[in-house]
Nanobody
Framework: QVQLVESGGGLVQAGGSLRLSCAAS????????MGWFRQAPGKEREFVATISWRSDNTDYADSVKGRFTISRDNAKNTVYLQMNALKPEDTAVYYC?????????????????WGQGTQVTVSS
């Protein structure tokens, strides 16, 4: 069992930055790939980024590539999402998720555990 708690969301102006954190409970965090997803009002949840269990594989949605960076610290049981050059279209609830396959995937149904989400609002 893995419990995930996101933090770091908030209100920021376009062009600004935020860093999201996702703290995981449980001693098996390091064996999971981790992902970030987001859901805007009236839209489906969409993939943002993923990182493998040993940080040797990362993948990003085209819409955030070059602006967002996913990383993890297994000693702290935490995964991060550094978001730079934010745009109003990045406004959404951001969720972290854990995937027991270790490599990471863009497919939300393949994730085993989800956090409650943190709101990110980017004003124009």
């Amino acid at each position: 069992q893995v419990q995930l708690v996101e933090s770091g969301g908030g209100l920021v102006q376009a062009g600004g930055s935020l860093r999201l954190s996702c703290a995981a409970s449980g001693r098996t965090f390091s064996s999971y790939a981790m992902g970030w997803f987001r859901q805007a009002p009236g839209k489906e949840r969409e993939f943002v980024a993923t990182i493998s269990w040993r940080s040797d594989n990362t993948d990003y949605a085209d819409s955030v590539k070059g602006r967002f960076t996913i990383s993890r610290d297994n000693a702290k049981n935490t995964v991060y999402l550094q978001m730079n050059a934010l745009k109003p279209e990045d406004t959404a609830v951001y969720y972290c998720a854990a995937d027991s396959t270790r490599w990471g995937t863009r497919k939300a149904p393949e994730y085993d555990y989800w956090g409650q989400g943190t709101q990110v609002t980017v004003s124009s």
